[in-house]
């Protein structure tokens, strides 16, 4: 995975900002799979993402005493606008960049379907993402423990697909379709009623 993940990322975020171009303003503080974030919230921290290079996130980062959470609340803070329009416009403005934090690409192309999950699910809105992008994602996250914890988190548990040939691990099983898999490995509680197995209750606790 390289840089051929950008068409699929560019993708998806202009899906997600057609599906967003109908929500109603109070919708916009319904609180996103993102714990302690909002709808609005979460798409405002996509798109300070986009604006960021090495240089930029290390001077924020500096700025803000090393913590990567004052990082991402000022990202926010800095994105979301006067409204909920304003939050929108300004991702609008972002769709085709290919701004990032340092790191792996593989980290933006994870966040253009978990972070849009996150706020569709909550919202009730279906989106059927790429099979191969979902496959992808959770391959590179499976590996690692980058922010969330994935590898640590899914660490002797056997994960599982349901509707495509993907399967992680050995130890108690934990089964479910391959977006919910890859929502519940990287720590969203909320999709953890949609899977079944003996190693649910494990990845529970672990979230």
Not at 78 to 83: K, M, P, Y
Not at 125 to 142: N, R, S
Request: contains cysteine; neutral net charge.
């Amino acid at each position: 995975m390289a840089s051929d993940v950008w068409p699929t990322i560019h993708s998806e975020r202009k899906a997600l900002a057609a599906d967003l171009d109908g929500v109603s303003a109070k919708a916009w503080d319904t609180p996103s799979l993102c714990d302690g974030w909002t709808v609005r919230d979460v798409v405002a921290h996509m798109t300070a993402a986009t604006k960021l290079n090495a240089p930029k996130f290390f001077g924020q980062l500096i700025g803000s005493g090393f913590s990567f959470e004052k990082v991402q609340a000022k990202g926010i803070a800095a994105n979301r606008g006067t409204s909920p329009e304003d939050t929108l416009a300004n991702f609008k403005a972002q769709l085709d960049s290919t701004g990032r934090p340092p790191g792996p690409v593989e980290t933006m192309f994870g966040e253009s379907i978990i972070h849009a999950e996150d706020i569709r699910r909550p919202l009730g809105i279906q989106h059927t993402y790429p099979t191969e992008a979902l496959v992808q994602v959770a391959d590179f996250m499976k590996k690692s423990n980058l922010i969330i914890g994935t590898k640590k988190r899914i660490a002797g548990l056997s994960l599982e697909a349901t509707d495509v040939d993907w399967r992680h691990g050995d130890g108690p099983t934990v089964s479910g379709p391959m977006l919910d898999l890859l929502m519940a490995m990287t720590g969203r509680k909320a999709v953890l009623g949609d899977l079944t197995g003996d190693g649910v209750a494990t990845l529970a606790s672990r979230s």
